[in-house]
């Protein structure tokens, strides 16, 4: 089935943000009728690319093509136009408009002025026949299943007679008879002649549906490969490849202090019976799948959402943490996962960014020398991170994510906690930084702070903690000493039966 | 580290301190422009410019303490009703007497304040989105008041007169009380906790109540400052007027203007960033507005447009200068 004629070409690619260089002359293309399939950890610039392709950003340099004719996207509108439909991760559908609506959402037919209700129905209930659906025009999106809202999409994708599917992970919220479903489909919509993206962090996936791979790393197209040359463990090489020894920093050789924190039979809601420790000077490591209560557990400790029942100790104190604010006041502290949303106050400045859990505790007035709120001790601190800067003043949304991961240490490192609760350390955020935040909380536990580090990247978990817990169904599935390898992490973290791979998401 | 590690802010110095100056000078030049262009040059001596600065007290008071919702994150509709309950409780319950002028005072503040902490509360415990918690005080105060009262109430003392009408040499007490509030809210904002944790939580609530902020408190202080200034703005209405009536705080669209100042002086409508002399400096562009259409002998129609023009162009401006390079 497969033309000569590549229907979609991308060349050289490079795009810059403030901070990163989120894709280094990239790239890509992709045949009539093949499945494409795009891969890369975090960050690697898979969605900078897809937002570039669907015309949300514009290429600093670089080139697109569309059936050989180059094409230069101002505006999502004019990508569409092109025959280019990206279906996000995030399903976009109206929940309170009918499925026959929110195909036609912007491309209404019209009768004499008015809607065309019969020739939307109509038409939605052709394309959702040829997806082999048995969705009603008339339902609402909202009613309906994940599975089927995806299906919705793709007819939507089809209405506007799209040539080129950008499919942005999209069995990730699917079971696994609907996600078979999908492939099947995709499967048959290649044969057809579309020409589809596929973006998945999915080996099985991707070995059963694409034709050709392509990983990105660190914003480079570091492998191009047909399907047959490309198995699973050459993609995992290409997405990880690193000299995993220099990247991580070395384990401490003295023997870890007392317990800093101990947590014993603690349950809430998504947690049942965790029982843990976490010695002075050991950065302990959380795995888990997604849902395995490994981040209730860093929001439990850090009293955002409490244990219900249970003890907690804090150097022997015990410990009742009801709110983030009295966690803090018993010395224990958590750099959320979420920079943006529960972390960095945008607008402002490092100094505003780092002084603020300082200020959080401080005297009724603030004179300007007095500790709380001195400029001079926030510098200090953002200095021995190393945060680079034009200045202090300048608002913390300018700086890259490594630096604004470095601005919030500081501001916990601003209290002397006992214990600090890492979530997703070095998530968005470039290789070389993410070096430096390993060596910054190495050197905390070092100086004598316990560390729980919450994560979901496997490497990060088996290279930096000195011992690791995983988590499975809101309960400490086991533990494994440092050095452990990712077999045997993942291991303790699946339930049977399920593929190792999910947890390379 | 990658490229741009070092980029530059792109126009950050405009919003910080260059807006409110921005918008001094235009006020500054509309206003002498427009007397000299009339040749009316005795606006430009000691009583015209007091003239100016005493059109800035009313709307000057609520906006400071409008300000401070703002910067919090929150907004406060309801100031306009809680002027005029202000004004005609104190009129009411002074009825002319001097005796009763320290309790009148002090009914007023205590009302605004509590009005302030069930405002602060319905949004901070309840989560109701804070336009519709303000409407909704608004809408039950007013239609307490104009169930309660039709017209004028009561009426002040000569003494309490003062409040409006009595000066420190030539300078009238009401605009220095404007100055010294200015002074002492800017004081807050900058050197005290409250300040500190006000911008927190307008930047960020998650932010700043994961960072152990009380964040419900300070949403709440924030809506006690503003309705004490809107209390204190009814007082000093009911000391010009020398009565107060049920619809003086309306008439005068306190809550409508003393946002659009807010905005116009710099401070983002999302919460985090500003500050009062900004806002004074809207106060001042809004009292000069007037004072050109006054001398221009124009209506106060055409007024009304410019009015919302420049809120637009302000917003418009100050947002085209935020974005810079952060997609």
Not at chain 1, 306 to 328: N, Q, Y
Request: with cysteine.
């Amino acid at each position: 089935m497969k033309s000569a004629a590549l229907a979609l070409e991308m060349h050289n690619i490079t795009k810059t943000f403030p901070g990163v260089l989120a894709l280094d002359d990239v790239s890509f293309g992709c045949a009539r009728g093949e499945v494409h399939a795009l891969c890369g950890e975090n960050g690697a610039g898979k969605s900078t690319l897809i937002k570039i392709l669907g015309g949300a950003y514009q290429p600093d340099a670089g080139t697109i093509r569309i059936d050989g004719r180059d094409v230069a996207f101002s505006h999502p509108v004019a990508a569409r136009k092109a025959g280019i439909s990206i279906i996000h991760q995030e399903l976009s559908l109206l929940p309170f408009r009918t499925v026959a609506e929110n195909i036609f959402l912007g491309i209404e037919p019209t009768r004499y002025g008015a809607l065309d209700r019969r020739r939307m129905r109509v038409e939605s209930e052709r394309l959702l026949r040829r997806l082999g659906s048995s969705i009603t025009p008339e339902a609402l999106a909202g009613d309906l299943s994940i599975a089927q809202q995806q299906i919705v999409e793709i007819a939507k994708a089809f209405a506007i007679e799209a040539r080129i599917l950008v499919m942005d992970e999209p069995t990730a919220a699917l079971d696994r008879a609907d996600a078979s479903r999908l492939l099947d489909l995709v499967r048959r919509l290649s044969s057809e002649g579309v020409s589809i993206v596929y973006i998945s962090h999915r080996m099985p996936e991707i070995q059963a549906v694409a034709d050709r791979v392509t990983v990105l790393k660190d914003g480079r197209a570091v492998m191009t490969a047909p399907l047959a040359e490309a198995p699973t463990s050459r993609l995992i090489h290409a997405m990880v490849g690193r000299d995993l020894a220099e990247f991580y920093p070395p384990r401490s050789s003295r023997p870890p202090g007392a317990e800093a924190l101990v947590i014993r039979a603690a349950s809430s809601r998504h947690l049942r019976g965790v029982d843990l420790a976490v010695r002075a000077g050991e950065i302990v490591g959380v795995a888990g799948l997604e849902g395995s209560g490994k981040n209730d557990l860093a929001r439990a400790i850090s009293g955002d959402e409490p244990f219900e029942t249970g003890t907690m100790e804090v150097d022997g104190r015990t410990v009742v943490a009801r709110s983030p604010r009295a966690a803090i006041g018993a010395g224990l502290g958590r750099l959320s996962d979420d920079r943006k949303r529960e972390g960095l106050l945008m607008q402002q400045s490092l100094r505003d960014n780092a002084a603020l859990t300082l200020r959080a505790f401080a005297g009724l007035l603030r004179s300007p020398t007095a500790e709380p709120m001195s400029s001079a001790a926030t510098d200090r601190r953002l200095k021995q991170l190393d945060v680079r800067a034009a200045s202090f003043e300048q608002e913390v949304r300018l700086l890259s994510g490594g630096n604004q991961q470095r601005v919030i240490i500081a501001r916990w490192l601003a209290r002397d906690l006992e214990v600090l609760i890492f979530s997703e350390p070095t998530r968005g955020i470039d290789v070389a930084a993410k070096a430096a935040i390993y060596r910054i909380m190495r050197d905390l536990a070092d100086r004598g702070r316990a560390i729980l580090m919450i994560s979901s990247d496997l490497p990060e978990i088996v290279g930096v903690s000195d011992r690791i817990i995983v988590m499975r169904e809101g309960a400490v599935a086991g533990e494994l000493p440092g050095g452990a390898s990712e077999e045997d992490v993942m291991a303790l973290a699946v339930e049977q039966g399920q593929s190792p791979h999910a947890l390379l998401q | 580290m990658s490229v741009a590690d070092v980029s530059k802010p792109a126009g950050t110095a405009w919003r910080g301190l260059n807006a409110p100056l921005m918008v001094l000078v235009g006020s500054v030049a509309l206003y002498v422009g427009v007397a000299l262009w009339t040749g009316q040059t005795k606006m430009l001596e000691t009583d015209g410019i007091l003239g100016l600065l005493q059109r800035m007290v009313a709307l000057g008071i609520v906006a400071l303490g409008q300000t401070f919702t703002i910067l919090a994150g929150s907004i406060d509709l309801s100031v306009a009703n809680l002027i005029s309950v202000a004004a005609v409780l104190a009129s009411f319950i002074m009825q002319g007497r001097t005796e009763m002028m320290l309790p009148a005072v002090g009914v007023v503040l205590v009302v605004s304040a509590i009005v302030g902490v069930v405002n602060g509360a319905l949004i901070s415990w309840l989560q109701v989105n804070p336009l519709i918690a303000t409407l909704g005080v608004g809408l039950i105060l007013q239609g307490m008041l104009s169930a309660s009262f039709t017209d004028f109430a009561g009426s002040v003392p000569r003494e309490f007169q003062a409040v409006a009408y009595g000066s420190f040499g030539v300078v009238p007490y009401s605009v220095a009380a404007l100055f010294v509030l200015a002074a002492v809210a800017s004081i807050v904002l900058r050197a005290t906790r409250f300040g500190a944790h006000l911008y927190a939580v307008g930047g960020n609530a998650e932010g700043a109540r994961l960072a152990g902020i009380r964040t419900d408190l300070v949403t709440i202080g924030a809506h006690v400052v503003c309705s004490l200034a809107a209390g204190v703005t009814g007082l000093y209405l009911a000391s010009r007027l020398r009565s107060g009536a049920p619809w003086i705080g309306r008439d005068g669209v306190y809550d409508l203007e003393s946002i659009a100042v807010v905005v116009i002086g710099g401070t983002l409508l999302a919460g985090g960033r500003g500050g009062v002399w900004g806002t004074l400096a809207g106060v001042l562009l809004f009292a000069s507005l007037d004072a050109a259409f006054n001398m221009m002998g124009v209506s106060a129609y055409p007024k009304l447009v410019l009015r919302g023009a420049i809120v637009i162009a302000a917003v418009a401006v100050y947002t085209v200068r935020t974005r810079g390079h952060v997609a």
